[in-house]
């Protein structure tokens, strides 16, 4: 649970980066770019959604969507191993 953390905290810094500096003209793309392959670095195959951000051509739009938080937000307690009915039995019977 501390690695979800963790990288939800690092999604959070970018996306207020995003927000900030992601917004300067002609230097949006680039930062796109550069935060779609955290995300895939970060999550593997769910860090593609944040390849959407190049879509915008602007680079305004999407500084408001805070897209690897919601990544980072869906992808938290997957992988992680789910208690079942048999490891909650009693063994005496």
Known sequence: MKIAM????????????????????????????????????????????????????TGQIDGFAPTLTLIALSQMGKGQKKSTRADQSDPAG
């Not at 690092?10 to 770019?33: K, S, Y």
């Not at 955290?38 to 999550?43: E, G, H, R, T």
């Open 6 to 57: 963790a990288k939800l905290a690092v999604a959070v810094i970018l996306d207020i980066l995003d927000f900030t500096i992601g917004r300067i003209p002609g230097f949006e793309l680039a930062f796109d770019v550069a935060l779609g392959l955290a995300a895939v670095a970060l999550w593997g195959w769910p860090g593609l959604i944040a390849f959407w951000e190049i879509a915008d051509p």
